[in-house]
C-alpha cells in the first residue's frame, strides 16, 4: 500500500512553515504520538502498466536515470522535514514506485546509509523495496540485501504469459519465478504481490497461480483484486473482466488456499504467515503516521493539536528542483476535524482484528462519542462485533467493506 494518489498540482509551491506553526494550539488533543514510518517514492519503471493510477514515469532506455541527484534531492528533501519530526524513532522504511529496483545497489546502498545517518532508526527497523521481475538479474537481490535491505515485495501480479501480457507487464512468468527464486535464497522474509479477477481468467487459472506462489513458501502474500482506476489506459479502454460472482468465488478460492498453507489473512488483501505482517503498511492501517519524501509522496503527521497531511511535488524533474532549493511541498493541509473519523475508519476497518476503541481517541484526539452512531448502525446490520474495548469487522462487514466505511462518513 503506497501514499501516492492523483492530485491536481497546483503552479506555486506549499508555504514551507516552521515547527511553530504545526504546535500552536488547535481543537485536538493527542495525548501521545503514533509510530512513525517513511515511505520513499523512486518514481521511474520500465512501462506504465495500463491499470496503474500511481505517480509511475516510464524510462527510456538508453538514458541514464538520475540516480544520484535524485537521491541528493531525497536527502535535501528529508533535512527540510527533519524538525517536523525531531525526536522519534522511524519504525519501518518503505521503497516504493515505480519500481525501485530499476536503482542500481550502489544507489540503494547511498539512500539507506543516508537515512540511517538522519534519521533515529529502531536497530530491526523494517526496510521494504518493491522489486520488478523485469528488472531482475542473478544476484541483484542479493546485492540490495547487502545494501540493507530486509524485506523484498516482488511484483508478480501472474504466473500467466496470457495475464502478464493482458495486464501490461514487462517480465513473463520464468521471470517471475526466478526473481521469487532468487528473493527467497536471499530474504527472510518477503512479499509477492498477485492480481485476480484479471481479463478472461478463469477459477483454474487462478488456482493455478495460487498454487504456483504458495511452492516457493512466501512469508507474505498480497492478492488484490484488478480495480479499473481513473486517468488509467484500462479506463479509456476498459478490459473484459469476470463478473462480481466469479470475483467473489475467486476470493474465497484464494482464502481457503492460503488458509490451508498456514496463511493468516491479516488484512483486506494481504495473508502472511505468523511473524512476517508488514509493519509498514500496518502501520498505515492503524492511522499511524509517515513521512513520505520523493516525487508526488504523501505524508500523514500528528502533532498536539493537529493532524496534517501533505503531497510533494509529482513530476520527477520539478520535484528535484523543488526539493534541492528547500521547497519540495506541493500541498499542506490540516485535516478537518469532521473528516478524522471517516480518515480512521477508511484504513482500520481494513483489519481483520479491527480496532482497540482506546487507540481511536489516542490517534484522532477525538472522543467516542465521534464515531458512536456509525457503530450502533454497524452493529445493527451485522457489521462489526464489539466489547468494551474492540471494534472487529465480522465476515459480512469484510464482504461489503465500503458500505461499513461509509457509515462513518
Not at 541483484?140 to 495475464?163: E, M
Amino acid at each position: 500500500m503506497i501514499p501516492i494518489q492523483h492530485q491536481t498540482e497546483t503552479a506555486e509551491a506549499a508555504v514551507q512553515r516552521d515547527i511553530q506553526h504545526y504546535m500552536r494550539p488547535g481543537t485536538l488533543q493527542l495525548g501521545s504520538l503514533p509510530p512513525l514510518s517513511l515511505y520513499v517514492h523512486l518514481p521511474w519503471c520500465l512501462k506504465k502498466c495500463p491499470y496503474c493510477d500511481f505517480n509511475s514515469h516510464a524510462w527510456a532506455k538508453g538514458d541514464a536515470l538520475p540516480e544520484d541527484r535524485y537521491i541528493d534531492a531525497l536527502m535535501a528533501d528529508l533535512e527540510s522535514a527533519l524538525p517536523l519530526i525531531w525526536g522519534r524513532t522511524v519504525h519501518s522504511v518503505f521503497m516504493g514506485g515505480g519500481t525501485p529496483s530499476l536503482f542500481s545497489p550502489e544507489s540503494i546502498d547511498k539512500l539507506i546509509a543516508g537515512l540511517r545517518a538522519r534519521l533515529r532508526m529502531e536497530p530491526d527497523c523494517e526496510i521494504t523495496m518493491e522489486a520488478n521481475p523485469g528488472t531482475f538479474e542473478k544476484d541483484r537481490f542479493k546485492a540490495f540485501r547487502a545494501a540493507g535491505v530486509n524485506r523484498l515485495s516482488i511484483g508478480v501480479q501472474s504466473f500467466d504469459d496470457r495475464y502478464l501480457q493482458a495486464v501490461g507487464r514487462v517480465h513473463d512468468a520464468a521471470q517471475a519465478q526466478a526473481a521469487v527464486r532468487e528473493a527467497a535464497d536471499n530474504f527472510e522474509t518477503f512479499n509477492i504481490d498477485l492480481m485476480y479477477a484479471l481479463p478472461g481468467q478463469s477459477m483454474v487459472d487462478l488456482q493455478r497461480d495460487v498454487d504456483t506462489a504458495l511452492s516457493f513458501a512466501p512469508p507474505h502474500l498480497s492478492i488484490y483484486h484488478l480495480t479499473i482506476e481513473p486517468n488509467t489506459y484500462f479506463a479509456k479502454y476498459p478490459p473484459v473482466v469476470p463478473e462480481d460472482d466469479t470475483a467473489y468465488e475467486m476470493l474465497d478460492l484464494i482464502t481457503a488456499s492460503t488458509r490451508a498453507a498456514g496463511m493468516q489473512r491479516y488484512e483486506v488483501s494481504a495473508y502472511a504467515k505468523d511473524g512476517h505482517q508488514c509493519f509498514h503498511n500496518s502501520n498505515y492501517w492503524q492511522f499511524g503516521d509517515y513521512l513520505g519524501i520523493g516525487a508526488g509522496a504523501h505524508s500523514k503527521l500528528s502533532f498536539a493539536h493537529r493532524i496534517v497531511r501533505q503531497v510533494r511535488f509529482r513530476d520527477p524533474a520539478r520535484y528535484i528542483d523543488m526539493a534541492l532549493a528547500g521547497t519540495p511541498l506541493a500541498q499542506d493541509n490540516e485535516v478537518k476535524r469532521a473528516d478524522l473519523p471517516f480518515e480512521y475508519m477508511l484504513n482500520a476497518l481494513r483489519l481483520r482484528g479491527g480496532f482497540a476503541l482506546q487507540e481511536f481517541m489516542e490517534r484522532t484526539g477525538l472522543p467516542m462519542s465521534a464515531i458512536a452512531k456509525g457503530l450502533d448502525q454497524a452493529q445493527a446490520k451485522g457489521l462489526i462485533s464489539r466489547d468494551l474495548g474492540r471494534v472487529v469487522p465480522t465476515e459480512r462487514g469484510f464482504d461489503f467493506l465500503s458500505d461499513l466505511q461509509e457509515m462513518f462518513l
